[in-house]
């Protein structure tokens, strides 16, 4: 199981971004796949969720409304939109694949490298 993800840089206030996490040697309807940032100084913390299956999607309290996820099959990969950007959004995000939608960092089965979102004027 291998995450790619890319998309991230740098984007003032209110601004947006949309990063993607591509996945290879497995389909993408064998796992959840989702998305979990780290900011400075902080620890990882979960953002969303997108479900195998149903293809349910789950948002952190913080993002919700502001961040979509998303999936294209033909491209095996997953998307996660970032719109209305405010500082507190600076992380470096992380996507992630796992058999069960734990928000648990410990527990998660396999993670991509990280893509880093920069949100300043």
């Known amino acids: 199981v291998q995450l790619q993800a890319s998309g991230g840089g740098l984007v003032q206030p209110g601004g947006s971004l949309r990063l993607s996490c591509a996945a290879s040697?497995?389909?993408?309807?064998?796992?959840?796949i989702g998305w979990f940032r780290q900011a400075p100084g902080k620890e990882r913390e979960w953002v969303s969720w997108l479900s195998k299956g149903y293809h349910n999607t789950y948002y952190a309290d913080s993002v919700e409304g502001r961040f979509t996820i998303s999936r294209d099959n033909g491209k095996n990969t997953v998307y996660l939109q970032l719109n209305n950007l405010n500082p507190e959004d600076t992380a470096v995000y992380y996507c992630?694949?796992?058999?069960?939608?734990?928000?648990?960092?410990?527990?998660?089965?396999?993670w991509g490298q990280g893509t880093l979102v920069t949100v300043s004027s």
């Open positions: 992630a694949a796992d058999l069960y939608l734990t928000q648990v960092v410990s527990e998660i089965d396999y």
């Open positions: 040697e497995f389909t993408l309807d064998y796992y959840n």
